[in-house]
Nanobody, 127 residues
Framework: QVQLVESGGGFVQAGDSLRLSCAASGRTFSSFTTGWFRQAPGKEREFLAG????????GFADSVKGGVTISMEDDKRTIYLQMNRLKPEDTAVYYC????????????????????WGQGTQVTVSS
């Protein structure tokens, strides 16, 4: 069992930046492909970005390219999602998800590919 814990959400102003963190209890992310998703009220959960266990392969949703950065701590124990120039429409619950890495060159964007999910962290952006 893999437990993921997100942190870093909160209430921010439009134009602000925010960095979310995801930690896996008791282990590193080196064996996992990890993704960040979000779900806004009344909308489906959507993929934002993902990273391979080596930290060298990435995937980004077209809708957020240039607006988010995903990275991994050197000790591979934390995954970050850096979001810049936040807008009110970025208000959502943000989730970290992971799966045991199969193909190191593939970072899936569909939520069905991920086996483990965190509880989510709320991000609210005011105008």
């Amino acid at each position: 069992q893999v437990q993921l814990v997100e942190s870093g959400g909160g209430f921010v102003q439009a134009g602000d930046s925010l960095r979310l963190s995801c930690a896996a209890s008791g282990r590193t992310f080196s064996s996992f492909t990890t993704g960040w998703f979000r779900q806004a009220p009344g909308k489906e959960r959507e993929f934002l970005a993902g990273i391979s266990g080596s930290g060298t392969r990435y995937g980004f949703a077209d809708s957020v390219k240039g607006g988010v950065t995903i990275s991994m701590e050197d000790d591979k124990r934390t995954i970050y999602l850096q979001m810049n120039r936040l807008k009110p429409e970025d208000t959502a619950v943000y989730y970290c998800a992971a799966r045991f890495q199969r193909d190191p060159g593939v970072v899936p964007s569909n939520q069905e590919s991920y086996d483990y999910w965190g509880q989510g962290t709320q991000v609210t952006v005011s105008s």
